[in-house]
């Protein structure tokens, strides 16, 4: 309100002075009025830039105040505030609410305060259609249950990275450490157990062909095996980077696993040494370095174990299992790609135990159902190809949005000048 009055009361205090003479003994308390009213409206200046983080420039306080603005009106409209007495008159006394922004402005997170009266209908709020360009990914209870928080994305900007070579590929990928790699432009994740399922046409090879051009191009060797049993392209890539561990027969793929598990087994022997003078750690803190195998089709290959005798299946699966189970700490890794991860096709435990889960394409529910554990937190959205949702520990508990990168260039030329830091071992003989 003295934002308002002030201009009023300049021009009164002017025409006064101007046209009525008689009354220019008032012009001191004309000006003590306004002067009052300009240092009023300079301290509530002071704290709005204050209160919207002016140290952060001009940019952020106005992007700061048109987001915290929507949030209020939303929570205002929907109710979502304590009435209290103020001079006997019913006011609405709104929670508290921060906001951060990213540097670029791309994602950001808004915390709003948790009260007894908003449990259950804050956990069940939907700000999306409130934040104008802004869009809500995942919310959760902060760690000390004061406060609700949202994590958001500016939908304007494009998350899929576009690399029209492999330079520039590789130039992105390196500001990442060793152990990381990217899905786009807002999310990495570390290299963990994977799961990448989608239907055909969904984009699940491009988005391996991503990640592997990330391991062969990293400054430490990345040790790939790669089984493909039905013999697409992927067994080309894995020809051209890793020969030796590359395969498509189901008896050599069982023969690659058991090579795969005994290395894990030296590896194992290797930091139990290690561990005597450094405990809890894992391959990363010792300078190992990682081995990858990538399984490809996997729905197709368990078809074919099931017709094998028992004794064959339970190897397998034994094989499959000490991987995920004790592959995390000895830096041995598992990436599952398949259509769908239904447990005929891919055991519970084994699903359970791949952290990383993603699932490309517009999905039917079952298949969220069975990646995820539930599909009523999926974004209704209509996604192309490469783009889908992921969950991963303390990056993604809810299902976030992804987008694989377009690589608008030749994948098996890139191999070949890549000159990859694969090391493609000659395969263990059984004793």
Same mark, same amino acid.
């Given at each position: 309100?003295?934002?308002?009055?002030?201009?009023?009361?300049?021009?009164?205090?002017?025409?006064?002075?101007?046209?009525?003479?008689?009354?220019?003994?008032?012009?001191?308390?004309?000006?003590?009025?306004?002067?009052?009213?300009?240092?009023?409206?300079?301290?509530?200046?002071?704290?709005?830039?204050?209160?919207?983080?002016?140290?952060?420039?001009?940019?952020?306080?106005?992007?700061?105040?048109?987001?915290?603005?929507?949030?209020?009106?939303?929570?205002?409209?929907?109710?979502?505030?304590?009435?209290?007495?103020?001079?006997?008159?019913?006011?609405?006394?709104?929670?508290?609410?921060?906001?951060?922004?990213?540097?670029?402005?791309?994602?950001?997170?808004?915390?709003?305060?948790?009260?007894?009266?908003?449990?259950?209908?804050?956990?069940?709020?939907?700000?999306?259609?409130?934040?104008?360009?802004?869009?809500?990914?995942?919310?959760?209870?902060?760690?000390?249950?004061?406060?609700?928080?949202?994590?958001?994305?500016?939908?304007?900007?494009?998350?899929?990275?576009?690399?029209?070579?492999?330079?520039?590929?590789?130039?992105?990928?390196?500001?990442?450490?060793?152990?990381?790699?990217?899905?786009?432009?807002?999310?990495?994740?570390?290299?963990?157990?994977?799961?990448?399922?989608?239907?055909?046409?969904?984009?699940?090879?491009?988005?391996?062909?991503?990640?592997?051009?990330?391991?062969? $191009? %990293?400054? /430490?060797?990345?040790?790939?095996?790669?089984?493909?049993?039905? !013999?697409?392209? #992927?067994? *080309?890539?894995?020809? =051209?980077?890793?020969?030796?561990?590359?395969?498509?027969?189901?008896?050599?793929?069982?023969?690659?696993?058991?090579?795969?598990?005994?290395?894990?087994?030296?590896?194992?022997?290797?930091?139990?040494?290690?561990?005597?003078?450094?405990?809890?750690?894992?391959?990363?803190?010792?300078?190992?370095?990682?081995?990858?195998?990538?399984?490809?089709?996997?729905?197709?290959?368990?078809?074919?174990?099931?017709?094998?005798?028992?004794?064959?299946?339970?190897?397998? $699966? %034994?094989? /499959?299992?000490?991987?995920?189970?004790?592959?995390?700490?000895? !830096?041995?890794? #598992?990436? *599952?790609?398949?259509? =769908?991860?239904?447990?005929?096709?891919?055991?519970?435990?084994?699903?359970?135990?791949?952290?990383?889960?993603?699932?490309?394409?517009?999905?039917?529910?079952?298949?969220?159902?069975?990646?995820?554990?539930?599909?009523?937190?999926?974004?209704?959205?209509?996604?192309?190809?490469?783009?889908?949702?992921?969950?991963?520990?303390?990056?993604?508990?809810?299902?976030?949005?992804?987008?694989?990168?377009?690589?608008?260039?030749?994948?098996?030329?890139?191999?070949?000048?890549?000159?990859?830091?694969?090391?493609?071992?000659?395969?263990?003989?059984?004793?």
């Amino acid at each position: 309100m003295p934002t308002v009055l002030l201009p009023v009361l300049v021009v009164g205090l002017l025409y006064f002075i101007d046209n009525n003479k008689v009354f220019s003994f008032m012009t001191p308390i004309l000006i003590y009025i306004i002067a009052f009213i300009i240092i009023l409206n300079l301290i509530q200046l002071v704290y709005w830039l204050r209160s919207n983080h002016i140290e952060k420039g001009i940019k952020y306080v106005i992007n700061h105040y048109r987001l915290l603005r929507l949030v209020l009106i939303s929570l205002q409209d929907a109710g979502y505030y304590v009435r209290r007495q103020f001079c006997g008159i019913d006011v609405a006394k709104l929670p508290k609410i921060y906001i951060e922004f990213s540097d670029n402005y791309a994602y950001g997170l808004i915390k709003i305060e948790n009260k007894v009266r908003y449990e259950q209908r804050l956990d069940n709020i939907e700000l999306s259609s409130s934040l104008g360009r802004y869009i809500v990914e995942t919310s959760y209870l902060s760690a000390d249950e004061n406060y609700y928080c949202f994590d958001f994305f500016n939908s304007n900007i494009n998350r899929q990275l576009r690399f029209d070579s492999t330079e520039e590929l590789l130039q992105y990928s390196n500001n990442l450490d060793d152990n990381m790699l990217f899905i786009d432009s807002l999310s990495q994740v570390p290299l963990h157990h994977t799961l990448i399922v989608g239907q055909t046409g969904s984009g699940k090879t491009y988005a391996l062909y991503s990640l592997i051009l990330q391991m062969i $191009n %990293k400054k /430490i060797n990345y040790h790939l095996y790669i089984a493909d049993p039905k !013999g697409s392209s #992927l067994a *080309v890539i894995g020809d =051209k980077i890793s020969p030796n561990n590359t395969s498509e027969n189901i008896d050599d793929i069982i023969q690659s696993l058991r090579e795969f598990n005994d290395a894990m087994d030296r590896r194992k022997n290797e930091i139990k040494e290690k561990l005597i003078t450094k405990i809890d750690s894992s391959y990363v803190d010792f300078g190992l370095e990682p081995y990858v195998f990538i399984f490809d089709e996997y729905a197709s290959f368990q078809s074919v174990i099931q017709s094998k005798d028992k004794k064959t299946r339970d190897e397998v $699966n %034994k094989l /499959i299992s000490q991987i995920v189970l004790q592959g995390r700490q000895l !830096g041995f890794f #598992l990436f *599952v790609v398949m259509q =769908k991860s239904d447990s005929s096709s891919l055991p519970t435990m084994i699903r359970d135990n791949l952290p990383l889960k993603i699932v490309l394409g517009n999905a039917e529910e079952q298949t969220y159902v069975t990646a995820f554990g539930y599909s009523k937190d999926i974004p209704n959205y209509k996604f192309n190809i490469g783009e889908g949702v992921f969950t991963f520990p303390q990056i993604a508990n809810n299902p976030k949005i992804c987008a694989f990168s377009y690589l608008n260039f030749n994948i098996l030329d890139a191999l070949e000048k890549s000159g990859g830091n694969v090391i493609t071992p000659a395969p263990l003989k059984n004793n």
